[in-house]
């Protein structure tokens, strides 16, 4: 089942951003606000806490939200 696990992760993660996109292409959401959620997800999963393994994905999940702020992704930008 990990494969059904990444296929949906993968899907979420594509939904988002071309909602994200949306909502800024559509001038609904300045960037400022996109980074701000992107950043708050991002912060959510490094105060997270659990078991060990838990914390292990919590803190990659974490590192790839910051890696798409990083890349510009989710923001058209100009």
Do not use: W
Not at 13 to 41: F, H, K, Q, T, V
């Amino acid at each position: 089942m990990p494969e059904h696990n990444t296929y949906a992760g993968m899907a979420a993660l594509s939904i988002c951003e071309a909602l994200l996109l949306a909502l800024n292409d559509r001038n609904i959401l300045p960037e400022s606000e996109i980074m701000g959620i992107m950043e708050d997800a991002a912060a959510a999963h490094e105060n997270a806490v659990g078991l060990d393994a838990d914390m292990n994905a919590h803190k990659a999940v974490a590192a790839l939200i910051k890696r798409i702020i990083t890349g510009g992704n989710s923001v058209r930008r100009t």
